[in-house]
Each structure stands twice: as structure tokens, then as C-alpha cells.
């Protein structure tokens, strides 16, 4: 089993709907958990970072639920410039992050 | 303010050769990690430097070595190169007082193995 697991997708969406995306991870231990951001052929840049009360960034709201180890991530009023692949990903040491696969967002006129 | 910089930014190696990559990282920052992303997987983690040592390192053969010289940059090194090598190479850097998980990535370097 990975440690974090994503829906590949891709996930394809017309402009202005609400797509929300899962992840789990099943190292209990895990400590801080993110959402990441890659465009094709580019790298990963932070999206949120994501707590056990739920954070909100303008359209997007990541959540956590360590019991069931997951972590959410819901766009909102979805945008073209959103298309993009999202990475979960959590630490499991010192500034290390184990990511996903990501899950790939398409978002059509 | 510069963020990460990795050089070169493409290269093609043919198997069993070696290569280096080369990382600057963000201003400010002392730790720099580099990850191996393979086409349509997420980012590997290959190991951590801080303070001139390797201080974590994935589960990736010794013929990945690193190192980190006294102005934070980084090189990576891989030995006897093989075509499942072939690979975005991603650098991110850190500091080790900041934001846990707060890493901020190079653009990477995509080596082609033939």
C-alpha cells in the first residue's frame, strides 16, 4: 500500500462548478499535511496547508481527518487557470514530505 | 530576491554514465532536499542536506549521493546511470527554523537516459 494514496483523475469540469478531491495516508505518525500545486512540466508549489480545523483560502478549503487519515481539498466557482494537478502530500520527518501521485484537474470553458 | 535554482535544466545520458546536478537555494534558506518525479508519479523523496550532511535519505540505491557545501548549494550525483533513471529531478530548499513542509521547488532538471 502507498503511504499517501490519490485518485489519478483526471477529474473534468466545466467553469464555475465545485470539485473536491480526496487523499489518505496511513502513517499514523504523520505530522503536517499540504496541498501542492503543479502545472504541467513545472514544479510543485504550495497551495494550503491543511489543519485538523479546516482552513479556507479564498475558493479553496482543505480539510483533515486524522482518524480516518484523510485530507480533503474543495474548489469552489472552479476557474480555467485551475486546471493543474494537485499533490497531497504529508511529513513523516524533519521537512520531509511524502507525496501523492496527484490527481490531475481539467477545467473546460 | 532569487528563489531555487537548479542547473541544467535538460540533459540526456546514455546508460552507465554518471551525472550532476546542481541546486542554489532560496535566499535564507539552509536545507535543500531533492526528489525524483517520474512521468505521472509524485515527487520521490532521495534525500535531505542541512549543515554540509546527509541528514535523511529515501529508499533510493547508493548510487544517489549529494552533497552540500558551506553556502547551502547542492549537487546531486548518480552513478551507472539506468533508463528508469530518467526523470524530473526537483530540488526544494527549506529552513530548518520555518514553516514544517514550507518547501519551495526549483524548477528541476528532466534527465533523459537513452
Known amino acids: 500500500r502507498k503511504e499517501v494514496e490519490q485518485d489519478p483523475g483526471p477529474f473534468n469540469v466545466p467553469e464555475g462548478a465545485t470539485v473536491a478531491f480526496n487523499c489518505t495516508y496511513s502513517?499514523?505518525?504523520?505530522?503536517?499535511f499540504f496541498w501542492y500545486r503543479q502545472d504541467c512540466r513545472k514544479e510543485p508549489k504550495l497551495l494550503m496547508s491543511v489543519y485538523s480545523s479546516g482552513n479556507e483560502d479564498g475558493r479553496f478549503t482543505a480539510q483533515l481527518n486524522r482518524a480516518s487519515q484523510y485530507i480533503s481539498l474543495l474548489i469552489r466557482d472552479s476557474k480555467l487557470s485551475d486546471s493543474a494537478t494537485y499533490l497531497c502530500a504529508v511529513t513523516t520527518g524533519f521537512q520531509k514530505l511524502v507525496f501523492g501521485t496527484g490527481t490531475r484537474l481539467l477545467v473546460s470553458p | 530576491d532569487a528563489g531555487v535554482t537548479q542547473s541544467p535544466t535538460h540533459l540526456i545520458k546514455t546508460r552507465g554514465q554518471q551525472v550532476t546536478l546542481r541546486c542554489s537555494p532560496k535566499?535564507?534558506?539552509?536545507?535543500v532536499s531533492w526528489y525524483q518525479q517520474a512521468l505521472g508519479q509524485g515527487p520521490q523523496f532521495i534525500f535531505q542536506?542541512?549543515?554540509?550532511?546527509?541528514?535523511q535519505r529515501g529508499n533510493f540505491p547508493d548510487r544517489f549521493s549529494g552533497h552540500q557545501f558551506p553556502n547551502y548549494s547542492s549537487e546531486l550525483n548518480v552513478n551507472a546511470l539506468l533508463l528508469g533513471d530518467s526523470a524530473l529531478y526537483l530540488c526544494?530548499?527549506?529552513?530548518?527554523?520555518?514553516?514544517?513542509?514550507?518547501?519551495?521547488f526549483g524548477e528541476g532538471s528532466r534527465l533523459t537516459v537513452l
Open positions: 542536506y542541512y549543515e554540509e550532511e546527509e541528514r
Open positions: 535566499s535564507g534558506h539552509d536545507t
Open positions: 502513517n499514523s505518525a504523520s505530522q503536517s
Open positions: 526544494a530548499s527549506s529552513f530548518v527554523r520555518g514553516v514544517t513542509g514550507e518547501l519551495f
